[in-house]
T-cell receptor, first 112, second 115 residues
Framework: TQLLEQSPQFLSIQEGENLTVYCNSS?????LQWYRQEPGEGPVLLVT?????EVKKLKRLTFQFGDARKDSSLHITAAQPGDTGLYLC????????????FGKGTSLLVTP | GAVVSQHPSRVICKSGTSVKIECRSL??????MFWYRQFPKQSLMLMAT?????????EQGVEKDKFLINHASLTLSTLTVTSAHPEDSSFYIC???????????FGSGTRLTVV
């Protein structure tokens, strides 16, 4: 069961463009995390959002947690080729040993 | 920071053989480890939750007799893919929860190819 719906699944843009990735659920999460994964490697944590309505910035990346703690978004400003990768949102399943449940991921390609 | 070391990073095995993947927590004790499988261009799918000193909890659809998990110590969890078949070829990743505030660390993954 995919508790987290992530969109879009694939995104190909040119350098300098802006983009937003969405992560939605019908469930409330105590926190949501965003990861970036390079091919052949494990995911690397970008940010954890905890408070409803919270906004966090990481250089050109802006993360927002919905007021009801059911959804989150990742906005990238002026994308660069180095931003290319798989972006994953994840929430903790408190009823299953605290395993992370991942969205389907957004595969981003930024071309020069 | 907390580090999980996963080995091997790549393995090629013949159909019908078994492969063991190890994940070690290097500077902390991991009472729980999680095993994920990831197919190309797809997300991580939880296979099982491994608890030190007890039986693993498997997700629906994951064969516990095929994917043997052992978590005999607080620093080592292993996943053995038994009687591997080409459809088991995938990227396997382990993860451990670090602390109580939803902190997780991931292994670097194992690319399994069954020929």
């Amino acid at each position: 069961t995919q508790l987290l719906e992530q969109s879009p699944q694939f995104l190909s843009i040119q350098e300098g463009e802006n983009l937003t990735v969405y992560c939605n659920s019908s469930s409330v999460f105590s926190s949501l995390q965003w990861y970036r994964q390079e091919p052949g490697e494990g995911p690397v944590l970008l940010v954890t959002v905890v408070t409803g309505g919270e906004v966090k910035k990481l250089k050109r990346l802006t993360f927002q947690f919905g007021d009801a703690r059911k959804d989150s978004s990742l906005h990238i400003t002026a994308a660069q080729p180095g931003d290319t990768g798989l972006y994953l949102c994840a929430g903790v399943r408190s009823n299953s040993g605290y395993a992370l449940n991942f969205g389907k991921g957004t595969s981003l390609l930024v071309t020069p | 920071g907390a580090v999980v070391s996963q080995h091997p990073s790549r393995v090629i095995c013949k159909s019908g053989t078994s492969v063991k993947i190890e994940c070690r927590s290097l500077d902390f004790q991991a009472t729980t480890m999680f095993w994920y499988r990831q197919f190309p261009k797809q997300s991580l799918m939880l296979m099982a939750t491994s608890n030190e000193g007890s039986k693993a909890t498997y997700e629906q659809g994951v064969e516990k007799d095929k994917f043997l998990i052992n978590h005999a110590s607080l620093t080592l969890s292993t996943l053995t893919v038994t009687s591997a078949h080409p459809e088991d070829s995938s990227f396997y990743i382990c993860s451990a929860r670090v602390g109580a505030k939803d902190g997780y660390t991931f292994g670097s993954g194992t690319r399994l190819t069954v020929v």
